[in-house]
Each structure stands twice: as C-alpha cells, then as structure tokens.
C-alpha cells in the first residue's frame, strides 16, 4: 500500500491495465479476418446447437454466408490456433452450414436509415462494390449500382465456377440489396454508355469497384495460335452458359485458384486429358492444397517447376507445349525474378488448347486515366487509409486497388470505401480511429494444454471424382448436422478471460478489467466505491492473469482514494461495523499482552488473532499452553493487527493501530511472532521487520502435536476437504504443515480443484461482507460448490464460518487437534449466534492469556 502516490500515479498504473489487458482483444480467427467476423461466437453457438442465433451472428458482418461459406480463401484458418497442431477448424464449412440450414428471407434485417438527399453511384457489383452499396444504404444513402455485366455478382458470378458456387445462391443473397432499395442498372458499361465525367457530376460521390477482368497473356511465340485461351474469358463464357470449343487435351498455364478453376472446368467440358503447368514447385504453389488434392483427383497432371518456352502449332492452330525447368521462382529479396535452366526442356504434344491463367488485371478502359491517376497493372492510386482516389468524392476498393485478392478482403475494402463516403459526406475526419480496419495482428495471448488431444479435422461430404467431373453440380456438399456439431466442439473459443472465470466481483461489474479500468481512468479516478471495495483481494485473478495484472493493488489504491476524500472513512454504511471492530479490536477491555510464564527472557509471542479468539477462547487457551510447554520463553499478545483498518483504505489510521502492536511487541521484548491468523502473519511480515515471523501451522510440525492427538482420526468416518486460506496462498510451509498435521492426527482428506497457492477466497477477504453481503455469499458457495465432501476443516476462523455459509459442516484445524474423535455424528459448530458472543469470547481469551503469562 503506497501512501505516497498522486493521483497521476494511481491512473497511470491503471492504464496500464486499461491497455494491457487482453480481455477485450479479438480471438485469432476473428481479428483475421478482413471483415472480422465473429467466428468465435458462431462456432460456438453451432456447438450448443443454436443454429438461427449463429447465422444471426455471422449475418452482423457479412450478407453473402452461403457465397462465402462455399468460395471463401478463410484467412481465419490460418491463424486458428488449432492450427499449431496442424488441424485448424472448418470454419467457412461451419458457415456454409448454418447459412443452407436455416438463412430465410424473412429473418433478414431490412433496416434503412432516414432517407437521405445525397446519391451515390457504384461501379461494379463484385463483393467489394455490392457491400460499399449495402453500407451505404443502410446510413440512408441513395444508392445505384452500375455493372456492364446483365447479371449481379461480378467475378463472383463469372469468375468461379458453378460447381463451387450454385448460381442461385448468388441471386438469393444479392436479393438483399434490392430488398433494402438500392438500385441496379445492369448491362451498362462506364466509359461507353455513360461517360465517367457524367457519374462525377450527377453524384455526390462515386466508388470504382471494378474486378480483374483482364487477363495476363505471356509474350511467348504462339500465343495467337488459334485454340489459345485466357482464363477470364474462358471462366465468363461458361458463366454465362456458353460452351468453349476445347479438345480433348488442355493445358492450362498456371499455378493458383484461377488456374484449378480452369482446369477442372475444362475437365467438365470434357476435356479428358487436362495438364497443369506452373513455375511454382508443389510446396510453393500458390493454389490452395484442397484444391490440387481435388484436380488431381479428377484425373489432372501437374507439371510443376515448369516455365512456357513456347506454343507451336500447325496450320496456324495449336498443337504443342514447350517447357523449361525453373530452378527459382524468386530472388533472395523475395522477389519474383524466375530463373530458368534452359537445357532441360520438355514437350507436350498433341494439344488442343492452351489457356493463360496466370494473373489478372483491371479493365478501366472507360475511366479517363488522366483524370484518375493509375498505379500499376492499372489499377486505380488510392490513399492506404481512406482509399480515396486524386478526386476528392472518387473512391476505389477491392481489385479496383490491387489492394485485396479474395472476396471476404474485397468486401472489407468496400466496407471501408463506404465509411470514407460516409465521413467525406458528413465533413468527419477521414482518417480516425480506423486503424482495425480489415485483417490485423491481435494482442491476445493462448496457450494450448500440453494435454489438450489433437482432434481431427472434419471433412465436409465430397461426391466421388468419376460423377463430379461429369457437370457443373455443386461438388462439396457440405457438413451434415452431426459432422458440423462436431467440428464446432473442436473450437477453443480463444480468449483471454481467465480472471473473468475465476472472479465473482469482476462479472458484476464489467466484461474484463481492461473495459472498466479505461472507464475509470477516463473519469479521472472516479468510481462508484462498491466497485473497488467489492474485491475480495485475494488475487486468484492475477494468478490466471497472463500479464499479471495486480488488480487487487489497483482497487486497493482506489480505496485509498476514496478514503482520502471521505474524510478518513469508508462511504459504504455496512463498514461502520467494522469501524467499531477496530476500535474495540484495539481497546483496553479486550486486549492485553503477557510475557512467557517462566522468570526467563520472553523470547517470541503467540499472537492469535480477532477471529480465532471470537470463535473459541478456549483454543487459544490450549494452543498458548501447548507453545509454552514445547518452547519455553513464549509470551502471548491479544490485539488486532489492524487488517481490516488497512483493508478499508485507512492509511493514517492503520499505521497509528499497528504502532500500537508494535510497541506492545518491543514491550515484551520479543524476537519472533507465531501468528495463528493468516492475515495477522502477512501483516506483522510486512510490518515488523525487526521480528522473525512465523505461522503456527509451520511450527506445529516442529514441536509436535500434543500426545493425545496423535492418530485421533484414524477411527472417523470422515472425508475432510482442506480449505487454504488466499492470504497465505504463497507460503507453502503453511500449507505443508496444515497437511502434515492432518495426517498426525489420522483424517481422510479431500483436496479440492483450487487448493494450495490456487486456493479460492473463502468470501470474508477485503471486507467484502458488509459492503456486498449478495457478492460474498455467492463467493462462500461458489468455493463449497467445488468440494466433494461435506466436511471442510480451515485454519482460519473467519474462513471456518464461510464454509458453513456455503452450506458445509465445516471445523477449525485446533478443533481436530484439542478435540475428540470428529464423525459424522458429531455436533459440529455452526454460525455465531451474535456479535455479542463473540465479544464475551474473546474477552474470556483475554483473561485465559493473562492465567497463562506474566503481565
């Protein structure tokens, strides 16, 4: 407890929780996750079985979970933790489920803000430009989409190909859009049917969302054969129900998505000897390894390291493939720069088709480029943050920038080019508080279980290769029900709540310390004072806490505080009851202090406590007699050490009613205190650094127990659950010999799932009970609710009559040691009967001291 800090201290200190803590901080999956989708929730619910509410929670973020259930390249995978152990979670399959299970029209939420006068015109109605649209008319905006194609979906509709996206699918999902009034006018190309000037000027603002419509064509010798191909093209004209003239042998040049796409289409269009070749050796292509499994299921050859020399033919159409070997395909610096050994070449005859699939660009033809500025592969020049173009209401995302690869990043991108309207429009600044924007590296730490079993991976239901590769048939069909509950059973649900989990006050009053501590330091310290004066102090959550974070010091200070300014007392009217405590605690009626018995120097004092002598003077009685008779020179003292004083927060107060003990301590001449309370053994190690300190339960185990105490309980029935008392929950010789003791006298003993240095608060920590008495009941039974036994024993009187409040028949260890025989059928004590009780006790403790020593 540091008496001297300022308030700047004390709201520093707490900052650093308030930064530091990752309770608030988003699972791996999550912050992945460009449009951060709450996986972690919908996993979870799709465990208990809840489906509608796990679509409800992935439809909060994302309007397309059937599209993306099916096509999506799931970032989120790769850094699901699970993944350290090499099976990470199906989670876009867990989407696709609950999105084909339960997504009905009705249950959409079609909320539009007020209408706004503002007109925003979107080019393309790709993910990136359907979800800017979506944004933008759900704060209000008069939105129009325009797409020279006559259909919606963008690459999404003629980019991938049907057999992993079902058309329909498309069309459902895009219906929200209509749904919610924005307007699309199809089949009208920017540049040819209107002009770009004409959007700048009928529009308030305009966002290019235009896709990679354009294929890269290799500059190689035949590339103008007939029977060569590009991959956009040829994926759009089967799209749109065409059929491409291909013969029976097909290479496709190229190692990623695009280039799987086009070779398993071919196979569908009854190509039966497709190949593909790819600079790239097999670890390092860049397709997905699901996808190579499955075209080289469907009968594909892949010809990897492989570079294009040239396509030859004859009679002007193609007829043969030429290769070279490509012994790197990037630089040290980790540049594309492939290097090629040119005398080994190989050829691959008898070919019909060639197709180019090695790379996309944007087909921008019909916006100026002088007048929007162009970056490489043409694609538009945008602001990183804002994504805002050299025309202050023009705007570019997804492919449009070259700035997102896959749909879920596309739409994020038009999420964000959204928001920049939105603050563009409304005069807001551009470039706050968006640093979380898209895919990001969270600050949640987590640890896998050493223990923790490597479950597999749940494959979702494939048809056979032979029948998928006869038409465009959705070829994954998904998780069944059974197969997706067990997937999702797989979820860690990752994150960083441990103190959450073990702490009844924090639940109460926040998430996780991290929200309430900023609450706090932005009030400037202010704080309802039940908050910090409902911690038990027991610091079971620093204990849990990956960053050891000593909230208890930190409420402690805020005590202080608040004492401070109350005039030297607690505002909470339940504390007045420990007011008059201390001051009788301290009072000449019921205290005293006696040197040992014999004429010889008072070497040590045995000081009991408050709540031991209020239990049982005649306990301490027997326990002073038992230290006199084995260590001679043993005085005693009767006095509070002033906890409770320095748990409300009274500095000035505590340190005048430890001086008080001090002084009685340096009276008798002691060198060594044998403390029988817990929080009397912490205090006086803290505060009497002349003194060796000691606990009673540590010295028992040197002097031995009493003869007749010896083996007593071998007869009892009885299983007894030990309960550590958590001021102590560091000092293992306590513990070692409250263990030792019970096995000298003979118990059956239970330990608890906390016990030890991970013992629970017994519920009387901090002063709790008359501040919160709700809060420090559900801490007693929450600490009972895990022992087995209905039979508790502690060291600690206070501790003794939680456990009974909990609803245990619970003993004090010296009742065992100066007992009978404890059974089943023994009248255990109970609850106090009164204060007043309790006060008659400990003045009788006082007197049984005085007989024992010499005053």
């Not at 900023?518 to 620093?542: E, H, W, Y």
């Not at 403390?675 to 185990?701: D, F, G, H, I, M």
């Not at 024993?793 to 010296?814: F, N, P, Q």
Request: hydrophobic share 35%; net charge neutral; proline share 6%.
């Amino acid at each position: 407890m540091d008496t001297h800090q300022t308030s700047t201290d004390i709201l520093e200190k707490m900052k650093e929780i308030a930064d530091g803590c990752m309770g608030e901080d988003a699972a791996y999956c999550v912050a992945t996750c460009p449009m951060h989708t709450d996986a972690k929730g919908y996993v979870g619910l799709i465990d208990e079985g809840k489906y509608e509410e796990a679509l409800k929670k992935v439809r909060e973020t994302l309007f397309l979970p059937s599209t993306l259930g099916r096509i999506c390249a799931h970032p989120c995978e790769d850094k699901c933790k699970r993944g350290e152990m090499k099976n990470p979670l199906s989670i876009a399959a867990l989407k696709r489920f609950v999105a084909d299970r339960c997504d009905d029209e009705a249950l959409w939420d079609l909320t539009v803000a007020p209408e706004k006068a503002q007109r925003i015109a979107v080019v393309g109605a790709g993910p990136a430009g359907a979800q800017a649209a979506l944004d933008l008319r759900r704060k209000g905006y008069r939105v129009t989409v325009f797409d020279r194609l006559g259909k919606l979906g963008g690459m999404l509709r003629v980019g991938i190909p049907e057999y992993r996206l079902p058309r329909a699918i498309i069309d459902r999902e895009y219906a929200l859009l209509e749904k919610i009034g924005v307007e699309f006018k199809l089949g009208v190309e920017i540049g040819r049917d209107v002009p770009f000037e004409k959007l700048r000027a009928d529009y308030d603002a305009v966002i290019i969302a235009i896709g990679l419509h354009k294929s890269i064509i290799l500059p190689i010798p035949g590339k103008d054969l007939e029977g060569v191909l590009n991959a956009v093209d040829f994926l759009r004209e089967v799209s749109l129900g065409g059929a491409p003239k291909l013969g029976r042998k097909v290479v496709v040049i190229g190692g990623g998505n695009v280039a799987i796409d086009v070779a398993r289409t071919a196979r569908r269009l009854g190509a039966a000897d497709v190949h593909m070749v790819c600079l790239e050796c097999p670890e390092e292509m860049p397709a997905h390894r699901w996808e190579i499994e499955e075209a080289l299921e469907e009968g594909i050859t892949f010809h990897t390291s492989r570079g294009p020399v040239e396509i030859y033919g004859e009679g002007g159409r193609v007829s043969g493939f030429r290769t070279r070997r490509c012994t790197s395909v990037f630089d040290e610096a980790g540049k594309f720069c492939p290097l090629y050994d040119d005398s080994d070449q190989t050829t691959i005859s008898g070919v019909d088709n060639v197709i180019f699939a090695i790379g996309q660009t944007v087909d921008g033809a019909g916006i100026p480029e002088p007048l929007v500025k162009r970056q490489g592969g043409g694609r538009f020049a945008v602001d990183p943050v804002t994504l805002q173009t050299n025309i202050a209401k023009v705007f570019a995302c997804g492919d449009a920038t070259g700035r997102s690869v896959i749909a879920v990043a596309a739409m994020a991108e038009g999420r964000k080019a959204a928001e920049s309207v939105d603050r563009h429009l409304t005069g807001k600044d551009l470039y706050t508080g968006r640093e979380h924007e898209g895919p990001y590296e969270t600050k949640l730490e987590t640890k896998i279980d050493p223990e923790e079993p490597n479950l597999p991976r749940v494959r979702t239901n494939i048809l056979p290769p032979a029948e998928r590769v006869l038409s465009f048939v959705e070829a994954d069909r998904g998780f069944d029900e059974a197969q997706a509950r067990q997937e999702a059973s797989r979820c860690f649900q990752c994150e960083c709540k441990l103190c959450m989990a073990e702490c009844e006050m924090l639940n109460d009053f926040t998430t996780c310390p991290g929200e309430l501590f900023r609450g706090i330091v932005a009030d400037g310290g202010k704080v309802d004072p039940l908050v910090p004066f409902s911690c038990n102090m027991c610091k079971q959550c620093t204990l849990v806490c990956p960053k050891e974070f000593m909230m208890m010091d930190r409420f402690m200070d805020l005590r202080v505080k608040i004492v401070g300014e109350n005039k030297g007392k607690s505002p909470l009217k339940g504390h007045r009851a420990i007011d008059m405590h201390q001051a009788l605690g301290f009072s000449r009626l019921f205290n005293t202090g006696v040197y040992a018995p014999d004429k010889g120097k008072t070497k040590r004092v045995f000081i009991p406590g408050c709540s031991l002598p209020s239990y049982n003077p005649e306990l301490v009685g027997k326990v002073l007699a038992h230290l006199q008779e084995r260590l001679p020179g043993t005085g005693a003292i009767l006095k509070c050490c002033g906890k409770p004083t320095k748990a409300l927060g009274q500095v000035e107060a505590f340190k005048e009613r430890y001086a008080e003990l001090q002084a009685e301590i340096d009276r008798l001449g002691a060198e060594e205190i044998i403390t029988a309370c817990q929080s009397c053994y912490v205090t006086t190690k803290a505060y009497s650094p002349n003194q060796r300190v000691r606990s009673l339960w540590e010295v028992l185990p040197e002097i031995g127990l009493p003869e007749e105490a010896r083996g007593i309980g071998k007869g009892s029935d009885l299983t007894i659950a030990v309960h550590d008392s958590c001021p102590t929950r560091d000092v293992a010789p306590i513990h070692d010999g409250i263990r030792w003791i019970m096995g000298e006298l003979g118990y059956n003993v239970e330990e608890p799932p906390h016990t030890r240095e991970k013992t629970r608060c017994c519920g009387f920590g901090g002063m709790v009970v008359p501040a919160n008495p709700d809060l420090a009941l559900r801490v007693m039974k929450r600490r009972t609710g895990e022992v087995g036994s209905d039979f508790m024993v502690t060291y600690c009187a206070a501790c003794r009559e939680s456990m009974v409040r909990g609803g245990k028949r619970a003993v004090h260890i010296l009742d065992l040691v100066f007992g009978d025989c404890w059974t089943s059928q023994s009248a255990f004590p109970g609850l106090p009967s009164s204060p007043i009780k309790g006060w008659a006790n400990r003045h009788k403790a006082k007197r049984l001291i005085r007989k024992a020593g010499r005053s």
